[in-house]
């Protein structure tokens, strides 16, 4: 099962940032993995650990903004479908003429 984190925070003011910068730390040393900005997955090993992480959730939930957490089963998590564009990508060959190679 997966835990994934969704926020949208404010980042105005020094205090604002200081909050932001704490909550996405606490993320990756609690084993959470970037999924994009500003959403982080992590995986739970049972039903149990769900309510101990939310409280660790709530615990370190910043000063301003929204936090939305959806519980995924494994299955729901790996059927998730990733749609990029070709628009937003560039061709290879057009940033290989660009680089250099030196030894």
């Known amino acids: ?36 900005f500003s959403i982080y997955s992590r995986v739970l090993l049972s039903r149990e650990s769900l309510n101990t992480h939310l409280e660790r959730l709530n615990a370190n939930l910043p000063i301003a903004g929204s936090v939305f957490v959806l519980e995924l089963t494994e299955k729901q998590y790996e059927s998730r479908r990733i749609l990029v564009s070709k628009a937003s990508h560039k061709n290879p060959a057009d940033i290989g003429s660009q680089m250099t190679l030196v030894f």
């Open 1 to 36: 099962m997966r835990l994934l984190v969704m926020f949208d925070l404010p980042t105005g003011n020094k205090e604002e940032r200081k909050s932001y910068s704490a909550f996405r730390k606490f993320l990756v040393d609690d084993g959470y993995q970037m999924e994009q």
